[in-house]
Structure formats: structure tokens, C-alpha cells
């Protein structure tokens, strides 16, 4: 199964400003996935990140609150933009393998003031 | 469309058998399940295709009905480790895992 690094594991932000999470896979993948997890919620899909192409954003999630990279087939980073309180969540990125198989990196706790 | 996930919470007794439900009004494409400890990511546990499929490994197991409606995990003679939340999640459009709606998840806790 893929190994999947995800940085940084925490972090408190000050209002208005963004952060950039960083995911690497061992592996090269066609396809990484972001999700947010709110406080005691479920998992909810961000975008979807091809290498080459755009990024494909869910309904409620727009490009310019949550811009995405992904320069290779191993590396992908989501920012999340003037950030407010209630973009408190975990981010996971995640990769999907055989057998449609999800594997998630251990997320990224942000908390923003 | 998200599932509906029941119970949202079960404690158990150490020994004791728990079933989650998750169900939707629409047929579903398959049903996927996780369980996700306190503060780490979720895991894989497994994928349900078709109707009337059941499957397990260890004292875990699943099913889904015939009309792939509803899915059930069995968790049975638990086990401390098995405490967490475990979430039910559906396909978007027949698009595999790529497109996962999950459910509100199932708190499970296994007390001594």
C-alpha cells in the first residue's frame, strides 16, 4: 500500500492569512484526492488533483479558497486562503490503489484564531 | 447524496457484538467502509459491490442487501481495538473511489 507524507501535522493560523499542506506519496499516482474533516464530522471531498491538468473542485469548494498543485506524479499541495475560524478542520489528502482502495496521509490539524 | 449512518454512537462491553447500518433511498453503486482511531486517518476495511454480497475478515464483516439499499458491518466478540468512528461511503456517478460521499460516521467505543 502507498506511504503517504503529509505536512505539517498541525498548525495555528492567524486569521486572514493561508496555509499550504503538503502531500508526497512513495509512489507515482494518477490521481490524489483532498478531503476536510470538521470537528466530529464526516469526511467531506475538496478537489480532485490530476498531474497536468486542474483541479477539479465539489460543489462548495471554489479554486481560490483552496488552490492546488500538483507539479508530479508523486507531490501535491492545497492551500487553504484567507483563512477564518471556520476553516478549522483536518485536511487529508489521499491516493486511491487497487480495488478502489482509498489510503489516506494522516492529515493536517489546522486551527485558525 | 450523503448515507444515513445508524447508530450514530454504540458502547460496548469488551466481548459484546455491534452492528452498524448505513443505508440511502437510491441504490447505490457499491459501499465502502473505514474506521478511523482518535487523531489518525482513516483505514480501509472494505468494499461491497453487489446485492446480496457478504464478506469479512477476522470478526469483521459486511453485507449488502439485494436492492444495494443498505449495508450492515458486523463487529462481533469486539476487541478494545476496535474502538473508533466508522464511516460508510458511497460512490458519486459510478466513479469508484475517486468520488466518495461518506456517511456521519458511527462512534464506537469498547470498554473493559
Redesign the interface.
Given at each position: 500500500s502507498a506511504v503517504i507524507s503529509q505536512k505539517p501535522s498541525r498548525d495555528i493560523c492567524q486569521r486572514g492569512t493561508s496555509l499550504t499542506i503538503q502531500c508526497q506519496v512513495d509512489s507515482q499516482v494518477t490521481?490524489m484526492?483532498w478531503y476536510r474533516q470538521q470537528p466530529g464530522?464526516?469526511?467531506?471531498?475538496i478537489a480532485?488533483a490530476n498531474q497536468g491538468s486542474e483541479a477539479t473542485y465539489e460543489s462548495g469548494f471554489v479554486i481560490d479558497k483552496f488552490p492546488i498543485s500538483r507539479p508530479n506524479l508523486t507531490f501535491s499541495t492545497l492551500t487553504v486562503s484567507n483563512m477564518s475560524p471556520e476553516d478549522s478542520s483536518i485536511y487529508?489528502c489521499s491516493v486511491?490503489e487497487e480495488?478502489?482502495?482509498?489510503?489516506?496521509?494522516?492529515?493536517t490539524q489546522l486551527s485558525v484564531l | 447524496q450523503q448515507p444515513v449512518q445508524s447508530p450514530q454512537a454504540v458502547i460496548l462491553r469488551e466481548g459484546e457484538d455491534a452492528v452498524i447500518n448505513c443505508s440511502s433511498s437510491k441504490a447505490l453503486y457499491s459501499v465502502h467502509w473505514y474506521r478511523q482511531k482518535h487523531g489518525e486517518a482513516p483505514v480501509f476495511l472494505m468494499i461491497l459491490l453487489k446485492g446480496g454480497e457478504q464478506k469479512g475478515h477476522d470478526k469483521i464483516s459486511a453485507s449488502f442487501n439485494e436492492k444495494k439499499q443498505q449495508s450492515s458491518l458486523y463487529l462481533t466478540a469486539s476487541q478494545l481495538s476496535y474502538s473508533g468512528t466508522y464511516f460508510c461511503g458511497t460512490e458519486i456517478d459510478k466513479q469508484g473511489a475517486q468520488k466518495l460521499v461518506f456517511g456521519q460516521g458511527t462512534r464506537l467505543t469498547i470498554n473493559p
Open positions: 490521481m484526492f464530522q464526516s469526511l467531506t471531498l480532485t487529508l486511491e480495488d478502489e482502495k482509498l489510503f489516506f496521509g494522516s492529515g | -
